[in-house]
């Protein structure tokens, strides 16, 4: 994490970056570490979550944008702890918005394993085009 916070600290110096308009997105690992970035002192301002760790409340309170998840349906390990962290979002009255593919799992987006799922990963690409649109 000081790794990636020290990038922001370098973008957020450089002339040709609006800190207003700084978004992440991960994968896995890089998927919670994009969620970590909201939570932090840097102020991103739209992070997109790929199927990383579940988060806790603590983190959800420290959020200071909106976050976007996917996730596989049948990777339970994340989904299921889902609905519980979108409910805190909501009780916090922060932003999280979130798709869940029912019959994918983990790895949905990963086209070169042998779970990808190309629906799955074409309308979660759509919507992560247009995340960042409406929140920066």
Not at 70 to 97: C, F
């Amino acid at each position: 994490m000081s790794d990636l916070n020290a990038s922001l600290d370098y973008l957020n110096e450089h002339p040709n970056v609006n800190e207003d308009k700084r978004a992440s997105i991960g994968f896995c690992r890089g998927g919670a570490r994009s969620f970590l970035l909201a939570t932090g002192p840097n102020e991103l301002k739209a992070p997109i979550v790929f199927y990383g760790a579940a988060s806790t409340n603590e983190q959800l309170a420290k959020t200071r944008a909106p976050v976007f998840g996917v996730d596989g349906g049948t990777d339970t390990r994340i989904a299921s702890k889902v609905p519980e962290a979108d409910a805190e979002t909501k009780r916090l009255k922060k932003v999280h918005e979130y798709k869940i593919y029912p019959g994918a799992g983990r790895a949905v987006f990963n086209d070169a394993g042998d779970r990808y799922n190309a629906e799955a990963a074409q309308d979660a690409w759509q919507r992560t085009l247009v995340f960042p649109k409406k929140n920066l």
